[in-house]
């Protein structure tokens, strides 16, 4: 897993949305790059004015996970296409049945903060996402080789998501918000165990 400071900070500083942008790292999508854990300065737009009944906690985390479960339904994609195992091809179009569930319930949560449904991630490579160079070099690999680097961007998802959305059930504030971030963890804990019997 591809951990750096700045997404710890992200984990760690509880009630602060700003660890929650903060930690937003943006990750050069150019293969070989030496710094693709380089911080991104945190955008003021994405904090705008804390809606009524959400913190910017709320905000912040539901805009995160629209943005990552997005990139995911991507890699999904990608495994569940033709010519993949049986055994990814069954897990990718299972689980991306699931996030596309979850990606509308986020979607639904931002809408009603009334705040804008625009992506204020657009552009940030951030931990736990597949980077475009490397779905680009899932898209050209194949066999064995397809397979291990899938399960690997894949697990990267899961164990991330699963970090912040246990965040955002310590410091949300909207009963709704923080009852799909538990959704969601217990979501990632099945599909841990999915992982670990395909890896096994």
């Known amino acids: 897993m591809r951990h750096g400071p700045a997404a710890l900070v992200l984990l760690l500083v509880f009630g602060a949305a700003v660890a929650l942008v903060g930690g937003c790292l943006a990750r050069s999508a150019g293969p ?3 710094d693709r854990h380089a911080s991104h300065p945190p955008a003021a737009a994405v904090l705008p004015a804390t809606a009524a ?3 910017t906690t709320d905000i912040a985390w539901l805009q995160l996970m ?6 995911a ?3 999904l994609d990608l495994g569940a296409g033709p010519g993949r195992s ?3 091809r069954g897990l990718a179009g299972r689980l991306r049945q699931a996030h596309a569930g979850e990606l509308r319930r986020l979607r639904a949560g931002l809408g009603r903060t009334g705040l804008p449904s625009r992506n204020p991630h657009e552009g940030h490579d951030m931990p736990g996402m597949a980077t475009p160079a490397e779905l680009a ?8 080789a397809f397979d291990r680097l899938f399960l690997t961007r894949l697990r990267e998802h899961v164990e991330q998501t699963a970090l912040v959305s246990r965040s955002e059930q310590v410091s949300g504030m909207d009963r709704a918000t923080r009852d799909l971030a538990a959704a969601i ?3 990632r804990t099945a599909e841990r165990g999915l992982l670990d019997e395909i890896e096994s």
């Open 86 to 88: 049986p055994a990814v």
């Open 32 to 34: 070989g790059s030496p």
């Open 185 to 187: 963890v217990r979501n």
């Open 53 to 55: 009944g959400f913190n």
């Open 137 to 144: 070099a899932l898209g050209a690999a194949t066999g064995g």
């Open 66 to 71: 629209i943005a990552m479960e997005e990139r």
């Open 73 to 75: 339904l991507l890699l």
